[in-house]
Nanobody, 122 residues
Framework: QVQVVESGGGLVQAGGSLRLSCEAS?????MGWFRQAPGKEREFVAA????????MYADSVQGRFTISRDNAKNTVYLQMNSLKPEDTAVYYC??????????????????WGQGTQVTVSS
């Protein structure tokens, strides 16, 4: 069983930055971040391969967000810069246990965290 725990959310003004962390216990491979705003479906944000060399980003965050990982700490990070009010959502970390690479598909991820709230004020 894999447990995934996010941290680092909070309230920030537009243009500001936040860094989310995700610690996973157990054996995981590809990791990803997703988000869900009120009244909307959960959407892909970023993903990273097991080795860290492969990454994917949603068009809406490309150039502003950076995903990285430290396998020695079993931790994945999401550095979010130039935040916009439309980035406001609950951010979820997810782990793949059967795929080494990054993925945009929610169905590819086997374990999910409880989520951390990110609120960007205008």
């Amino acid at each position: 069983q894999v447990q995934v725990v996010e941290s680092g959310g909070g309230l920030v003004q537009a243009g500001g930055s936040l860094r989310l962390s995700c610690e996973a216990s157990g054996r995981t491979f590809g990791m990803g971040w997703f988000r869900q705003a009120p009244g909307k479906e959960r959407e892909f944000v970023a993903a990273i391969s097991w080795g860290g060399g492969g990454t994917m980003y949603a068009d809406s965050v490309q150039g502003r967000f950076t995903i990285s990982r430290d396998n020695a700490k079993n931790t994945v990070y999401l550095q979010m810069n130039s935040l916009k009010p439309e980035d406001t959502a609950v951010y979820y970390c997810a782990a793949r246990t059967k795929g080494l690479g990054p993925s945009r598909a929610l169905a590819e991820f086997d374990f999910w965290g409880q989520g951390t709230q990110v609120t960007v004020s205008s």
